[in-house]
């Protein structure tokens, strides 16, 4: 059964065709770098797509009861805002 397997992946192999990397056509050349193009796009729409996703809920999450940290108030000052909640009392 085995050596039956070999034969036929044998045969298979043999039966395609292989081109060189120098003999693929133009037409496939083009194609594949205006996929690779397509793809890339893609990638940095997702990248867009995560970050202003992560900006929206941030925003959602800041419309409740919050206020922006004073100068002194911070710890390590960062470019970004700092927000701290409002302490809500256990009901």
């Given at each position: 059964m085995?050596?039956?397997a070999r034969e036929l992946q044998s045969q298979a192999s043999e039966s395609r065709v292989t081109l060189?990397?120098?003999d693929i056509p133009?037409?496939?050349k083009r194609k594949t770098a205006a996929s690779y193009r397509?793809?890339?796009a893609r990638k940095?729409?997702?990248n867009q797509l995560e970050k202003l996703y992560?900006?929206?809920s941030l925003n959602k999450e800041l419309q409740g009861q919050k206020r922006k940290l004073r100068e002194?108030?911070?710890?390590?000052?960062?470019?970004k805002p700092?927000?701290?909640?409002r302490s809500e009392r256990k009901r």
């Open positions: 085995n050596q039956k060189p990397s120098g133009d037409l496939i397509e793809l890339e940095s729409r997702v992560m900006e929206m002194d108030e911070l710890v390590c000052p960062t470019s700092v927000y701290k909640w």
